[in-house]
């Protein structure tokens, strides 16, 4: 995640270890969530939808460039800044995907996964029972 840096990334600015934890040192917004502010007023306009799409569009084509693949992208992991910029955080799950590569493992929020990967979890799930 380090090596991300995007104006639409949450920056990391550094990492500290110790032998019980991990602490990463992350760029403060204000903001709050994504889903708070959809939650909060409800429609958006065409012209902010517009805008919060390229906004996300540009991080994640960021991303996908350096084979980083974010998996678990959903509003609660889209943030704001106090102008309301998009800063996508929380790369957890995030792995490299090197071009012409299948990841082969789920993960991620159910609810917001695409429908390929529910049927794919349909079927190991149904293989598992028989």
Do not use: W
């Amino acid at each position: 995640m380090k090596l991300i840096e995007h104006p639409h990334v949450l920056g990391l600015s550094d990492v500290y270890e110790n032998k019980k934890y991990l602490y990463l040192v992350l760029e403060h917004v204000s903001g709050g969530e994504l889903f708070d502010y959809l939650v909060k007023k409800g429609r958006l306009t065409p012209k902010e939808a517009r805008r919060f799409f390229r906004q996300i569009i540009s991080a994640l084509d960021f991303c996908h460039s350096h084979s980083i693949c974010h998996r678990d992208l959903k509003p609660e992991n889209l943030l704001l800044d106090e102008r309301n910029n998009i800063k996508i955080a929380d790369f957890g799950m995030a792995s490299l995907q090197p071009a012409g590569s299948l990841l082969e493992t789920s993960c991620g929020s159910p609810h917001y996964a695409c429908p390929e990967v529910i049927r794919v979890m349909l079927i190991v799930d149904l293989e598992k029972i028989h």
